[in-house]
């Protein structure tokens, strides 16, 4: 039998959709929470962003839903509405990411929300908060752009180019993970509970944090370097006898290990090399040494011998690599949710509990799939 998870007794009324909020309930659903989703008749975006699909669904939406119960409610009808405002009164937790302002016609706004339920933690997540922001439309594409990131990624002479994922989304729903945890035990401790707001805009200019600290406290506006690091050197890819290799000597004492196992120790005592700074300064005249002695062997057996040394390196995988290295390390990424047709292939929970495990009990639900046990308990006793 599975242990109860730490969250276990905490209900979350989830009126997010998309990305961020999803994320973020399915991280406290994997921790023990009773996650109720409410979607639209129409459900949730993510159900039709295809390809790819596992049968007929998302595997957009079937990454970030697990551990749910799906209920499908139109706020603009009152009945519904009224079991929205019910399952808030009820929530422990909840989390919406609609247009600032938009949820008080329902009575589902914060202050409405904890008005019913003063003990309650309201999460609101937007792209650039309540205040002058709240009439911009909250993309993580945009945010990318918006917050500089889009300005430090890609080659020096190129164009902009976005991230590979919805990384503002990710760390925004992480933020709210965090927010909420803060703000249960103050409510466990005080019996008050409170309002969070996260903004995109605001989560990736704390997750651009040493760019965002050379702007903010050097001045420095960063610029775009390719793969290079603006402050480290040797840490980038470099190429080997077949493909690049990830070379991260961050410190003296890894670069000095990576001179030996290359078979150039005198270039550690070089003193263009000799500190961070003057590889930094240096790295022009530093590479091509590198590169020369790369060159002699392939990338993966550059990674053995590196690594055995204490040096960072690493080959540069596409995403079935790196489930397969995770898998080589004894990480167990991926948990079979559910059983028999419904059962769907997901990443595992982030974190390990030595005591209080992940959960991983109910499938990615269908629209609406609980939605009759849901209202029937939204329309009867509370306690029932």
């Known amino acids: 039998m599975t242990s109860p998870g730490p969250l ?3 209900l979350v009324a989830d009126f997010s959709r998309v990305l961020a909020g999803p994320y973020a309930t399915m991280l406290l659903a994997d921790m023990g929470a009773d996650v109720v989703k409410v979607e639209s008749p129409q459900g949730d975006e993510t159900r039709t962003w295809t390809p790819p699909t596992r049968g007929t669904t998302s595997t957009y939406y079937l990454g970030i839903n697990r551990g749910k119960r799906s209920i499908a409610l139109d706020l603009r009808h009152p009945e519904d509405a009224a079991l929205g405002r019910e399952l808030a009164r009820r929530a422990d937790v909840m989390i919406q990411n609609f247009r600032p302002g938009a949820l008080a016609r329902y009575g589902l706004d914060a ?7 003063p003990r309650s933690v309201y999460a609101s997540i937007s792209g650039f908060g309540a205040g002058a922001g ?12 918006m917050s500089g990131l889009m300005s430090l990624t890609g080659d020096p002479d190129g164009p902009p180019f ?3 994922i919805s990384v503002f989304d990710v760390m925004a729903g992480k933020d709210a993970v965090i927010g909420i945890l803060a703000a249960l035990r103050h409510r466990d401790a005080t019996g008050e509970g409170q309002h969070l707001e996260i903004a995109l805009l605001s989560s990736a200019l704390s997750g651009l944090v040493n760019h965002s600290s050379a702007y903010v406290a050097g001045g420095v506006v960063p610029y775009r370097m ?3 690091h603006p402050s480290v050197f040797p840490y980038e890819p470099l190429p080997t006898a077949d493909r690049d290799l990830i070379v991260a000597a961050a410190n003296d004492g890894q670069f000095r290990k990576l001179c030996e196992v290359l078979g150039i120790p005198a270039v550690a005592d070089d003193p263009r090399f000799l500190r961070n700074a003057d590889r930094t300064a240096n790295r022009e005249e530093l590479r091509p040494l590198l590169v020369e002695a790369l060159a002699a062997r392939g990338a993966g057996e550059w990674f053995e011998l590196l690594v055995a040394a204490g040096v960072p390196a690493g080959p540069i995988n596409t995403i079935d690599g790196g489930f397969a290295a995770a898998e080589q390390f004894g990480l167990d990424p991926v948990v079979e949710v559910g059983e028999g047709s419904r059962a769907v292939p997901m990443a595992r929970h982030p974190i390990t509990y030595s005591a209080t495990p992940a ?11 609980h939605g009759v046990e849901l209202r029937k308990w939204l ?3 509370a306690d029932a």
């Open 359 to 369: 959960r991983y009990e109910l499938p990615p639900p269908e629209l609406d799939e």
């Open 162 to 164: 976005r991230a590979g």
């Open 8 to 10: 276990s007794g905490v």
């Open 226 to 228: 390719g793969n290079a």
């Open 379 to 381: 329309a009867g006793d």
């Open 111 to 117: 202050g409405s929300v904890l008005a019913a339920n």
């Open 134 to 145: 709240a009439h911009v439309p909250g993309y993580d594409l945009m945010v990318q752009a």
